[in-house]
């Protein structure tokens, strides 16, 4: 039997409210939000692509390129709280996690390697696993601030970092136009350049993903939602004229700041992973690494899979992936997400 929730149109309307832990959230009790019309989303600018075959292909996107790329892919931590929207810098990672940390908070985990945006934030802090999910690409590590089980893993691990805690206010830009903690940017060239002063070697030949030409063959799917504990939401709405789905939040199309474009995914992965409370502050340890079940989403479609652990990388079960990038939410449960169908 399914465990996810399907739902025909018209879509869900979710009830969003706030918990506050250890950390703020902008939305009050009662606060109420629907999901902008399909035809409010912000447009990008059209794009020619071009069909010629290219001698190399990017490893975490499997698009083609011109030059092999050599650089030690980022995980930037980016904060998903309200205050912070809208967010600048995700539509060039090649994977986006989005894990739980305290109450109904994610934050995302940004990994790039094929594109470089100038500017990346608003940067947050870290949590164990968010070490768990950049160590499968070898990165260096981007946060600002930790909780106290990640920095004994910053100080223990084999760890390539750079924290704002030490550099607040300089490598770490803090914007007048943001309240903190939402306020802290990242530069992506000043971050190549500090790693270089640093000694730290950010010459690194990447193992590929898997990617296979054609998208999955499974049911009709125009839509997920997932709720965060009926407080939060996050959901991925398909855009048939470009074949990607629209990333919202909270009802709102999560858009970036510098381009006012939402933001746009080939693949959106839902996995199930144990989750546990650990502290009286709510933080929770999350297994990465035992696998277990997921949905896929490509092309309006979506398959049930199982998800494995590979070299510290979060994949389906199979060469399923299709060319592009991957947004990945990692939920307690898959009764907390819903399917919509055509």
């Not at 893993?153 to 030490?166: K, S």
């Not at 950010?202 to 990617?211: E, H, V």
Request: aromatic letters at 8%.
């Amino acid at each position: 039997m399914n465990r996810f929730k399907r739902m025909v149109v018209p879509l869900l309307m979710l009830l969003i409210v706030t918990a506050c832990q250890s950390e703020p959230e902008s939305l009050q009790e009662g606060d109420d939000l629907e999901r902008k019309p399909f035809n409010e989303v912000p447009a990008r600018e059209a794009v020619e692509v071009e069909q010629a075959e290219l001698p190399f292909v990017h490893p975490l996107s499997g698009i083609g390129t011109n030059e092999v790329e050599t650089t030690r892919p980022l995980a930037v931590v980016v904060s998903n709280d309200r205050n912070a929207r809208p967010l600048t810098g995700l539509q060039e990672a090649d994977i986006v996690y989005e894990v739980l940390t305290e109450a109904s908070i994610t934050r995302f985990i940004a990994i790039y390697h094929s594109e470089h945006p100038e500017t990346i934030g608003p940067v947050r802090s870290a949590r164990e696993v968010f070490i768990d999910l950049s160590s499968g690409f070898d990165s260096l590590f981007v946060a600002h601030g930790f909780s106290p089980g990640a920095e004994a893993r910053i100080q223990a691990d084999d760890l390539y970092e750079v924290n704002g805690m030490h550099y607040d206010g300089g490598l770490f830009e803090r914007v007048a136009t943001r309240p903190a903690p939402h306020n802290s940017y990242v530069h992506y060239d000043e971050l190549l350049a500090h790693a270089e002063q640093a000694g730290i070697p950010m010459s690194l030949d990447t193992p590929p993903l898997s990617f296979r030409d054609e998208a999955i063959d499974g049911n009709a799917a125009s839509g997920v939602t997932i709720s965060y504990m009926g407080r939060s939401s996050a959901e991925y709405q398909f855009d048939a004229e470009d074949r990607e789905y629209i990333r919202f939040s909270d009802g709102e199309p999560l858009v970036d700041e510098a381009t006012g474009e939402a933001y746009r995914t080939k693949n959106v992965m839902v996995v199930e992973a144990r989750h546990s409370i650990i502290d009286d502050a709510g933080r929770r340890e999350i297994d990465v690494l035992a696998g277990g079940a997921g949905l896929l989403l490509q092309d309006g479609k979506y398959e049930e899979v199982n998800w494995t652990n590979v070299d510290g990388r979060i994949v389906p079960d199979g060469e399923q992936l299709i060319k592009g990038n991957t947004w990945i939410n990692i939920v307690d449960s898959l009764d907390s997400v819903t399917i919509q169908d055509e």
